[in-house]
């Protein structure tokens, strides 16, 4: 079964960026779309950004134009890019195959966006 391990989250101050990192263990990651998931306190997961086995990407409206997902399947990771970072977007950050889930949940990484 793979394993995904989000990492690279924190505490920042409006404005200011991340970079989120996800490593899948195992085999199978190239052939799948992959995703970032956020859940913020008290709301649902949502789906953010997706990057399909070919490279396309997708954004909910919320984060188009500051967040960039991309991936490196020789690595199986798939990263993050927040910039222009809003307290809105403090969450709980998890990344999964998309647009449906394949792989049990990492721990995810927390964003913290604060001043």
């Known amino acids: 079964q793979v394993q995904l391990v989000e990492s690279g989250g924190g505490l920042v101050q409006p404005g200011g960026s991340l970079r989120l990192s996800c490593a899948a263990s195992g085999s199978g990651f190239s052939i799948y779309g992959m995703g970032w998931y956020r859940q913020a306190p008290g709301k649902q997961r949502e789906l953010v950004a997706t990057i399909a086995r070919a490279g396309s990407t997708s954004y909910v409206d919320s984060v188009k134009g500051r967040f960039t997902i991309s991936r490196d399947n020789a690595k199986n990771t798939v990263y993050l890019q927040i910039n222009s970072l809003k307290p809105e977007d403090t969450a709980v950050y998890y990344c999964?195959?998309?647009?449906?889930?394949?792989?049990?949940w990492g721990q995810g990484t927390q964003v913290t966006v604060s001043s």
């Open positions: 999964n195959t998309a647009p449906s889930t394949r792989y049990y």
